[in-house]
């Protein structure tokens, strides 16, 4: 008795698991969306790590296995740095604190490509396009504020996972490194480099 309960259990795990699985192998296109969290890497302007960030992609299966599509994302990074005198060149001096803000709107396409056509599919993508962003320092009685354009790229690793019987819902988790060739002599910003982290959920 014992045994035929379960084989029963395993044959209805595999059918469940199926179900799932042809939920998504039938579904071409795709789309993720969610928090990021985001950390600047070797960048004196700021160089912190922040929650403060969304994005959304989407995109159809070409083949299988092979997704183009497009993304938009953004992030906000913070820094604050002590009050101090600063000297400049025409003797003049000012003592404050500063607040400097380093606010990223990257968006392009996206080739994704997914390793398993099932309820769990880890995938690598490539993403390639613009990216606006904002560098602003504010001190006790104004702001100095500049934004550039750039070139961006971003390598991704992740997974998207449909737990949910026959339901084409589930979530995303995703790991990213990028850079952005975008440049402020001011602030001696010779490109933008970031990592992080995003969660959220996939359609």
Do not use: H
Not at 85 to 107: I, M, N
Not at 173 to 179: H, I
């Amino acid at each position: 008795m014992k045994r035929i309960i379960c084989v029963m259990l395993a044959v209805s795990a595999f059918a469940f698991a199926a179900s799932e699985a042809s939920a998504q192998m039938g579904k071409r296109e795709y789309i993720n969306g969610g928090w990021q969290f985001n950390g600047t890497v070797a960048n004196d302007f700021v160089e912190s790590a922040s929650g403060y960030g969304a994005y959304i992609e989407g995109g159809y299966y070409v083949t299988p296995m092979f997704a183009v599509g497009g993304f938009a994302s953004f992030n906000t990074n913070n820094k604050y740095i002590p009050k101090q005198t600063y000297v400049f060149d025409d003797k003049s001096a000012l003592t404050t604190d500063l607040d400097r803000s380093l606010y990223q709107v990257p968006f392009g396409v996206t080739f994704r490509y997914r390793f398993l056509r099932d309820a769990i599919q880890p995938y690598i993508e490539a993403k390639v396009g613009s990216e606006y962003s904002v560098q602003s320092t504010y001190m006790s009685t104004f702001v100095s504020r500049s934004d550039n354009w750039g070139f961006y790229i971003s390598p991704e690793i992740g997974m998207t996972f449909y737990p949910f019987y026959k339901a084409d819902f589930g979530f995303q988790v995703a790991a990213y490194y990028s850079y952005s060739s975008n440049r402020n002599k001011s602030y001696d910003i010779k490109g933008l480099n970031n990592v992080g982290f995003k969660l959220g959920i996939a359609f």
